[in-house]
């Protein structure tokens, strides 16, 4: 494609020029308090992809900031940027991942040409404007493949309301746009399970805020849920021959993993979002199986009756808002999903290649790189193989935290930084 933006591919690195930070002021000048959704179709194989406009429509709430507009983490996949038409200025910048470009990571990728929808979302500008999509290619370079000019005054950018549902504050501190704002989806809720939704809603705040650091920063979230009923109440699970006709269309068996529960209806994701100020989705499907996923800047899933439904939460919750990566290894299609020579992204994995951008100054004086296990000193700190689903040549900061498994009640410190840093990106 047209442009190619290289950039050091660790957290908080940047080379790209960046917009003056902006406060309330100088956000009001340039937008509107609003948002801008671009509908997009994802399509492509193993070998390449591509993004086809679909459509534009106004929503009603801006719920993320009005400052530190452009995105400098340069973490995710993609990037979404919002230029001045007239200028070119960066106003706007975010980094994400989707669903279809986890699959294309997949065998099924390497057979099969597929599309699904997608979306990005900026504040709705006051002038006319363009929308650049970047993506990620496997040395770390992003490559321009999507743009689109926005007018602003375009009469076919769809406006009506396509998903109007009553709303309930859970846990509501502060104005929007100095606020982490998350909203909650019901999925697999029938017209008489609402009320159970709202307390699935307000378990999922409570087991949120039982860990730290959230449980630190509380007063700097809000938490707001849509009431949405689906005609039938449980979500799919194909290899059971279960079909559920159910709002969001969630699914077991995403990608062909059992417990990745997740749905390729972006559109409709957003469309019942756009209810409430939001930053953050999170579906909660009603059903007991064990099971969920989340992709940075993405949405989260999670179920309602499980067990361990707060900890599988608040894991999931950790990809989607921090962008922190798995930490486990196992067999699969994703053991070469961090290749080498390649420094991953998220702020907890590590290659090795800039490990001086990750955790190193987190480590005692003499830990030695990488680390031995130690069963003695379960929590050291170091750089541990075997993490990013790969056993060999990805580390991790821990022998053990919420982001490798669920045996544990806390973050690593290098996951819990990632985590306070995010926070104060959205909220004051």
Known sequence: MKNIITLLVTCGVATLPAAAQTGRDAFDARFENKALRLDFVHAGDREGEEIFFDEAREEPHWGG????????????????????????????????????????????????????????????????ALVEILARDAGGEFREKFRHVVRVNDPFIKRERVAAYPTRDIHVTGDPTHRVDIVLLPDGYAAGEMEKFVTDCEAFTRGLFAFAPYSDHAGL????????????????VP???????????????????????MTYDHKALRDLAANVP?????????????????????????????LLAAKVHVHEFCHLFAGLGDEYAEDGAYNDMYPPGVEPWEANLTTLVHFEKKWQDLLDAGTPVP?????????????????????????????????????????CPACTRAIVQQIHRYAE
Do not use: Q
Not at 239 to 261: D, P, Q, V
């Open 65 to 128: 900031p009005v400052r530190d507009l452009v995105d400098t983490t340069f973490c995710g996949n993609y990037y979404v940027h919002l230029r001045d038409l007239r200028t070119g200025e960066l106003l706007y910048s975010r980094g994400f991942c989707t669903l279809f470009g986890e699959w294309r990571g997949t065998d099924e990728a390497r057979s099969l040409r597929r599309a699904a929808p997608g979306t990005v979302r900026v504040p709705y500008p006051r002038a006319d």
């Open 221 to 236: 979230f809000n938490v707001r849920a849509v009431l949405a009923p689906s005609r039938e109440s449980g979500a799919d």
């Open 239 to 261: 290899r059971e021959g279960a079909w559920k006709n159910t709002l969001l269309n969630t699914s077991f068996y995403t990608l062909g993993t059992e417990r990745y529960l």
């Open 278 to 306: 939001y930053d953050f989705i999170y579906v909660i499907v009603n059903t007991g199986k064990y099971g969920g996923g989340a992709i940075y800047n993405h949405y989260g899933c999670g179920t309602s009756g499980n």
């Open 371 to 411: 680390t031995p296990l130690d069963p003695a000193r379960p929590t050291r700190t170091g750089v541990y193989e075997g993490a990013g689903y790969a056993f060999k040549g990805v580390y991790r900061p821990r022998p053990d935290c919420l982001m490798r498994t669920l045996r544990g009640d806390d973050f």
